[in-house]
């Protein structure tokens, strides 16, 4: 079974202060993402990578940054948190073009 | 740009009731398509797959199907149970980019 863990599972946060989501796959997989859920509006996806070193923009990156050290560990952050990036985060990892798995999501508060 | 759009956002039930959630798509590419379940508390799950090649993919006694005339891919379910009350994404494959794009999601809500 493939494997995903986030941490922390829940974070309150103050405006303006810096956030690191992390994300951690046993799976060996070369793709790995960051999605925010929002009512009414799905999963859309914040940064990817290809592999360690790489990181790409995806539909709403802004805000956001990545880092991805390792094959392993792919991080989100938040350089100046605001109260808009109140959601819930969840990373991904995949091959190519294939099913990929998710964690079990980052709840993140912004006040 | 590859977009996938789901307008049901929730849907009500009774059990043995006939489930059918409709998604249309745009892309430039040969659409491989996905429905992803979401459980309370939990991430997305796989649930199918649906190719160009197969047309139609079956799991679970979900059936997915997708039109190519219409670009359009259909989930359906002949009996809902309580048990499957949850979200489900419609979910394109963007082949260029390596990348899924999820539809807004179906909340499904079965009434005892």
């Known amino acids: 079974e493939a494997a995903v863990t986030q941490s922390p599972r829940n974070k309150v946060a103050v405006t303006g202060g810096k956030v690191t989501l992390s994300c951690n796959q046993t799976n060996n997989h070369n793709n790995m993402y960051w999605y925010r859920q929002d009512t009414g509006h799905g999963l859309r996806l914040i940064h990817y990578?290809?592999?360690?070193?790489?990181?790409e923009k995806g539909d709403i990156p802004d805000g956001y940054k990545a880092s991805r050290p390792s094959q392993e560990n792919f991080s989100l952050i938040l350089e100046l948190a605001t109260p808009s990036q109140t959601s819930v985060y969840f990373c991904?990892?995949?091959?190519?073009?294939?099913?990929?798995?998710f964690g079990k999501g980052t709840r993140l508060t912004v006040v | 740009g590859d977009s996938v759009t789901q307008m049901q956002g929730q849907v009500t039930l009774s059990e043995d009731d006939f489930l059918f959630i409709n998604c249309t798509y745009s892309?430039?590419?040969?659409?491989?398509l996905f429905w992803y379940v979401q459980y309370p508390g939990e991430g997305p799950q796989l649930l199918l797959k649906?190719?160009?090649?197969?047309n139609k993919g079956i799991s679970r006694g979900f059936e997915a199907t997708y039109d190519k005339g219409t670009t359009s891919f259909h989930l359906q379910k002949a009996s809902v149970q309580e048990s499957d009350s949850a979200v489900y994404y419609c979910?394109?494959?963007?082949?260029?980019?390596?990348?899924?794009?999820f539809g807004q999601g179906t909340k499904l809500s079965i009434k005892p």
């Open positions: 990578s290809y592999g360690a070193g790489s990181t």
């Open positions: 892309t430039t590419w040969y659409p491989t």
């Open positions: 979910v394109l494959v963007n082949y260029n980019q390596g990348k899924l794009i």
């Open positions: 649906v190719t160009t090649a197969n």
């Open positions: 991904a990892s995949g091959r190519q073009n294939t099913e990929v798995f």
